[in-house]
């Protein structure tokens, strides 16, 4: 997945179309944006009050083994998975 548009970009888009009444399609072309994203970036901000980007994980998943003793024998019966 590539990263996220910076902040600084989405709001400068946001205050062109906001503050200074640039058409969407204008501002796609000027700073070589989707107007998809554009709208997505304005209907995150009625909903939310902000355009953050999402966060690319879930909070609270951890993926690191804690079980050792049951990852080796997961291993020694997938051993020969391929």
Same mark, same amino acid.
């Given at each position: 997945?590539? &990263?996220?548009? $910076?902040?600084?970009?989405?709001?400068?888009?946001?205050? &062109?179309? =906001?503050?200074?009444?640039?058409?969407? *399609? =204008? !501002? $796609?072309?000027?700073?070589?944006? $989707? @107007?998809? *994203?554009?709208?997505?970036?304005?209907? @995150?901000? &009625?909903?939310?009050?902000?355009?953050?980007?999402?966060?690319?994980? @879930?909070?609270?998943?951890?993926?690191?083994?804690?079980?050792?003793?049951?990852?080796? &024998?997961? !291993?020694? =019966?997938?051993?020969?998975?391929?």
């Amino acid at each position: 997945m590539p &990263a996220p548009y $910076s902040y600084d970009l989405r709001q400068k888009v946001i205050d &062109a179309i =906001e503050l200074d009444g640039m058409p969407k *399609t =204008e !501002a $796609s072309q000027v700073f070589h944006v $989707s @107007r998809n *994203t554009i709208n997505l970036w304005l209907q @995150r901000k &009625a909903q939310t009050g902000d355009f953050l980007p999402k966060p690319h994980h @879930r909070p609270g998943n951890n993926h690191k083994i804690t079980d050792w003793q049951k990852f080796k &024998a997961f !291993a020694q =019966e997938h051993k020969n998975f391929e």
